[in-house]
């Protein structure tokens, strides 16, 4: 196991387990990822693991702030390790690609409403919808 991960756990208030260390470094490589793609990444490594745990593993992670659960309108809910910012989205309307798209105002929340309703705004969450790269190229 690595040791960063362990720590970063541990810091959390969470055990150690193979699955959580896993499931930490898995989405390190593939940010935006849901919760099939990574059971079927480290499936192959964990004996005995099952998409219950992953879920299980995924909700403990966002529940100790190490995820960030993100869920665009139509799609599985999708996990990334990039916390603790106000960054945004941009989805394909294609093929369901996503990015991060930095905040433009800084610090959260970085967009104010009109009417925060007694609210003690935290974060803004926006969502852009769009043709990734990859689908114009392919519709010419």
Known sequence: MHESREAELREAGL????GR???????GSMPHADADTIFRTIAPT????SIQSMHNILADLSKAGLL???EPAGSPARYERRIGD???HVVCTNCG?????DCV????PCLAPSSDAGYRIQTAEVTFWG????CQAATG
């Open 21 to 27: 260390v896993a499931v930490l470094d898995a989405l």
């Open 86 to 88: 106000n960054h945004h």
């Open 97 to 101: 690609a996503v990015a991060d798209v």
């Open 131 to 134: 043709l990734c790269p990859a």
């Open 46 to 49: 964990l004996e005995n693991t």
């Open 68 to 70: 960030r659960r993100i």
């Open 105 to 108: 105002h800084g610090a959260a």
């Open 15 to 18: 055990r150690v387990t193979a």
